[in-house]
């Protein structure tokens, strides 16, 4: 019995849909599929109804889903238990964040935090979204930050938590400046010419947030690397690889000294809220002056 098999099915019978559940949980459909048969296998009995278009829980499904969401909070709470025994320092306030964030927006603010207050302790535990999703679900941290963009669906359930909207980013294509100049790199390109693309990895929030900006109109892009972080394609892009979006925030130097130009007008830009997360009830009062600490936008 693994536990990552519940996390996959409490996913599915969330979604009732395992192309979305695999993208949630950062695995190839196939091999999540798998995993659900081996829970099924381990039961006994057919979780999911097969037979019908959306797929939906079998009776069995449906009995054991309040089961496996009990299993993992259960779990999820005597490891934190037994962590904050085992250790009779200060609690840290942890937060779980996607990696672009981390570096170019939380880590100033924790700085200027820290600065205020001497004692306070933080963690910051940067992942992928769907991850950073499962962390806050299961308790495991105190506050979540991740990008919203109005075309792109939520991938966790919002309304279980508390939202705050606290920054704006704006996802822009960038490229080493002498030699975009020198080939002529500008969007959406000419006819016949090929602007090498330095992609995300599709199942990343920031990927599709890509993917909606180029839509269905024809570019001289041609895929040439694919990295699931930010920071590794603006690293491509200096040296001249291509063309990447990346957020304004982590080029702002770049861009004011000229290493990097923007290859697009403003319609081949994304403009992203950065949202705050945490359940109030379970936050102390260390945690509640950090979430009162962040204001939020209009």
């Known amino acids: 019995m693994d536990i990552n098999w519940l996390r996959d099915f409490v ?12 993208e949630e949980r950062n695995i190839t459909q196939s091999a999540f599929s798998r995993r659900i ?27 054991f889903l309040p089961i496996a969401q009990d299993t993992i909070a259960q779990l999820t709470e005597a490891r934190q238990a037994i ?18 964030i981390s570096l170019n927006f939380l880590s100033p603010r924790l700085g200027a935090l820290e600065a205020a ?21 299961e308790g495991s941290c105190e506050f979540l930050l991740y990008y919203r963009h109005q075309d792109v669906a939520p991938v966790m359930d919002e309304t279980q938590f508390v939202r705050k909207d606290i920054g704006r980013e704006t996802l822009l294509p960038v490229a080493e400046a002498e030699v ?18 330095l992609s995300y990895d599709p199942n990343t929030f920031l990927g599709t947030v890509v993917d909606q900006i ?4 024809t570019t001289s892009l041609v895929q040439r690397y694919r990295d699931a972080l930010a920071e590794a394609l603006k690293r491509r892009a200096m040296g001249g690889s291509g063309v990447a979006w990346v957020p304004e925030s982590s080029v702002t130097q770049e861009l004011a000294s000229g290493q990097l130009v923007r290859v697009g007008g403003r319609d081949w830009q994304a403009r992203m809220t950065i949202s705050l997360f945490c359940s109030p009830d379970k936050l102390d009062e260390t945690g509640r002056l950090i979430w009162e600490s962040f204001p939020e936008i209009t």
């Open 11 to 22: 996913c599915l019978g969330r979604t009732l849909n395992f192309t979305r559940a695999a």
């Open 37 to 63: 048969k081996s829970l099924e296998n381990w039961l006994g009995e057919p979780l999911i109804d097969r037979a019908t278009y959306p797929v939906r829980l079998s009776p069995g499904g449906a009995a």
């Open 83 to 100: 962590r904050q025994t085992a250790s009779a320092d200060t609690r840290f306030q942890r937060f779980a964040v996607l990696h672009a």
């Open 117 to 137: 207050h001497p004692d306070l302790r933080t963690r910051v535990i940067s992942d992928s979204l769907s991850t950073c999703c499962q962390l806050l679900a």
């Open 180 to 197: 975009a100049t020198r080939k002529g790199w500008y969007l959406p390109g000419k006819t016949g010419q090929d602007i090498p693309y």
């Open 214 to 217: 180029i839509g269905d109109r």
